[in-house]
């Protein structure tokens, strides 16, 4: 079993820049595909990005790709999303979450069996 907690979420202006870490327990974090997704309010959840067990793969959302990065460190269990170039659609709440196989469908959030509690990004125009 996986626990994930993120951080790093917080309010900046169009433009600017955030970077937000999952610290995941459990020694087992490498066999992982790991994915991060959003949520604004009255809205559902949706994808935004997803990396494989290796970082050999990534994966974006349209609407976040060019803009944002997922990597990950293995020995740290730590994976990260940088964003630039926020914009005021981007304001939701960020979740990571976590799947103990390869990914078939990596956009969908079925597809992760743990999740952490979310932060709370706000970009302000």
């Known amino acids: 079993q996986v626990q994930l907690v993120e951080s790093g979420g917080g309010l900046v202006q169009a433009g600017g820049s955030l970077r937000l870490s999952c610290a995941a327990s459990?020694?087992?974090?490498?066999?992982?595909?790991m994915g991060w997704f959003r949520q604004a309010p009255g809205k559902e959840r949706d994808f935004v990005a997803a990396i494989s067990w290796s970082g050999g793969s990534t994966y974006y959302a349209d609407s976040v790709k060019g803009r944002f990065t997922i990597s990950r460190d293995n020995a740290k269990n730590t994976v990260l999303l940088q964003m630039n170039s926020l914009k005021p659609e981007d304001t939701a709440v960020y979740y990571c979450?976590?799947?103990?196989?390869?990914?078939?469908?990596?956009?969908?959030?079925?597809?992760?069996?743990?999740w952490g509690q979310g932060t709370q990004v706000t970009v302000s125009s």
């Open positions: 979450a976590a799947a103990p196989r390869p990914l078939a469908n990596h956009h969908l959030s079925f597809e992760y069996d743990y």
């Open positions: 459990g020694r087992t974090f490498r066999r992982y595909a």
